[in-house]
């Protein structure tokens, strides 16, 4: 099998099996999986991928984040880059 790197894919500049990653990464899984699989039963693949693809949208642009003032992170990300002056990735 290819592996990430032969394929010239980029992979995470963390150290290999950081707990740290894996624990964002479980948190997320866990996530996922209590608001969209636990909740769902019976759907075939492709109902599944697009749920998937729902849930991944809302998740990382439109849900809530309490610290900066609940608001979505694509706001958040937005507000961040313009904060620092680069409003290229501001837009």
């Known amino acids: ?3 990430a790197n ?3 894919i980029d992979t995470s ?3 290999t099996g950081d707990p740290y990653d894996i ?3 479980e948190s997320i899984n866990g996530l996922y999986k209590a608001e969209v699989i636990h909740r769902k039963s019976g759907e075939n693949r492709t109902e599944v991928e697009l749920v998937t693809l729902t849930w991944g949208d809302w998740y990382n642009n ?4 309490e610290r900066p003032g609940h608001i979505p992170p694509a706001e958040a990300e937005k507000a ?3 904060s620092i002056g ?3 990735l501001a837009a």
């Open 80 to 82: 961040y880059y313009a």
């Open 13 to 15: 500049t963390g150290s």
């Open 6 to 8: 032969n394929l010239g």
């Open 1 to 3: 099998p290819k592996t």
């Open 86 to 88: 680069n409003n290229d």
């Open 62 to 65: 439109r849900r809530l984040l």
């Open 23 to 25: 624990a964002v990464a």
